[in-house]
């Protein structure tokens, strides 16, 4: 599949600051990484979220939901029935 445009403004957005961390002691390094790491996480969990809620709200099976993101039935079914999270600041 094809990175969207967005999809590679990120990716690209990603890569430049590993770059950047090119040269910078290992331990800081890992430290930079995992932040960045937790940080997409929570972004994109907390997107996907919402959208899969607009899809049960549109009408959409988990299955059909789940094929879409990934995920399985079940897992789709748990998300939505978490309360959404605010993503964490650092």
Known sequence: MAESEGVAFV???VERFCAELVGVAPAIRLARLAELRVMLEDVVAAAAAEAMAEARDEG???RRI???IGMSHEQVRRTL???????RRT
Do not use: C, F, M, T
């Open 11 to 13: 990716r690209a957005d």
């Open 60 to 62: 959409w099976g988990l």
């Open 66 to 68: 789940g094929r879409q």
């Open 81 to 87: 029935a978490e309360p959404s999270p605010a993503p």
